[in-house]
């Protein structure tokens, strides 16, 4: 409607666009999330070997100039290890992009988001934490429940139900926690290869 207005001036019309922008990546956002929910087993899940390492880094650079106009930082306390795993980089992207935007929806004034990494024989831990307040106690059992909001303006409640069918698509688990003086943090782990 603004942008049909005869006399709006370059701001107002400014304004419009880049509202109808958000808009329809809120709208692509969900129907991205609808997509994911309704896709089939794990048979249908084609991974690939790669290096877990730079396939973070990369994505971590990503992430990081999506977040920095919200006046949050991502800091990796440990380096993302660089062993061979087998992922569908597209949709661990989804894991990583939905923990991370989460994050930043908790912290509206701003703050820090932090990764560790760590080896085990058989997996490679990822942990993400933020600054923010934690996880309510109410609802950290049921945080990966599909539909649950939980009290939020936007979103389908599918976001996290979404990264656990993902991340157990690559016959791993995911997990929320709260510690004191700390914010929510997310674990999950990826399968390393079986040694020959």
């Not at 991974?47 to 800091?75: F, H, M, N, P």
């Not at 923010?132 to 609802?139: C, F, K, L, T």
Request: proline residues 6%; hydrophobic residues 40%.
């Amino acid at each position: 409607e603004l942008l049909d207005v005869e006399n709006a001036s370059a701001q107002m019309r400014k304004t419009a666009t880049l509202r109808i922008r958000k808009q329809v990546d809120r709208l692509s956002n969900m129907i991205n999330e609808l997509l994911e929910f309704t896709r089939g087993p794990q048979n249908a899940v084609i991974l690939e070997t790669s290096d877990y390492g730079a396939y973070v880094r990369e994505l971590i650079a990503e992430l990081q100039s999506e977040v920095a106009d919200k006046q949050v930082e991502i800091v990796c306390r440990t380096d993302p290890p660089s062993a061979r795993v087998a992922m569908d980089r597209a949709r661990l992207l989804h894991v990583f992009a939905h923990l991370v935007h989460n994050a930043v929806d908790v912290m509206p004034d701003g703050g820090k988001i932090y990764f560790n990494f760590q080896v085990t024989p058989h997996a490679i831990i990822t942990e993400v934490e933020d600054s923010g307040p934690g996880i309510s106690v109410e609802v950290i059992g049921r945080l990966f429940e599909p539909f649950a909001t939980f009290g939020k303006a936007k979103g389908t409640g599918l976001g996290l139900s979404i990264c656990k069918k993902i991340v157990e698509d690559h016959r791993g688990w995911i997990r929320a926690r709260n510690e004191p003086n700390r914010g929510a943090i997310f674990t999950f782990s990826l399968p390393l290869p079986s040694p020959a």
